[in-house]
């Protein structure tokens, strides 16, 4: 029983080469923990940082309410500068970990076309379909929050383990 702790599911577990490759990636380790705490510290001070009358429209039984008033030129300055400020923090969270030049201009290109397409369906939902407050719950979402990057950092990496075979 005791060597199962050490051997685990699936065979023996070199715990000093594990213990050397987190030194040899200790700033990889410390940046990426820092970027982390950014994306909390964006998600923390939303309410003092954004206009986002959504915020408290999405707390409660939204499904027959309808749409609360919004400023559309400051709603949508507050969602462009929020989405631009999770994607530099997703950007150099990308450049940190891969330290590659054609994944960060990739993930920036990207990233600007989802912008484009989110905001403009965003206001699409918004104007044109007042009873649709699902769509635009979830429109929302991938703008506000780094949801994009959960998507390219384990791609990136599946990138790198085939090139390297």
């Known amino acids: ?7 685990g599911f699936f065979g023996s577990i070199d715990f000093q080469n594990m213990l050397n490759k987190l030194l040899e990636n200790k700033f990889k380790l410390i940046g990426a923990c820092l970027i982390v705490l950014g994306f909390a510290l964006v998600r923390m001070f939303e309410l003092q940082l954004f206009y986002d009358p959504f915020l408290n429209y999405f707390q409660n039984d939204f499904k027959n309410l309808p749409y609360p008033q919004v400023d559309k030129l400051k ?3 507050s969602l462009f500068f929020r989405y631009i400020l999770n994607s530099i ?13 054609d994944f960060l201009k990739f993930s ?9 397409i989110l905001l403009i369906a965003f206001f699409i939902v918004l104007d044109f379909f007042p ?6 719950f979830y429109v929302r979402r991938f703008i506000i929050q780094p949801i994009l990057i959960l998507l390219f950092i384990p791609g990136f990496y599946y990138q790198l383990q085939n090139s390297k075979k």
């Open 1 to 7: 029983m005791v060597m199962f702790f050490f051997y």
């Open 75 to 77: 709603l949508f300055c």
């Open 89 to 101: 923090l997703s950007l150099i969270l990308i450049y940190v970990l891969f330290q590659n030049r």
């Open 108 to 116: 920036a290109l990207l990233y600007s076309l989802f912008l484009l």
């Open 131 to 136: 009873t649709a407050s699902w769509l635009l």
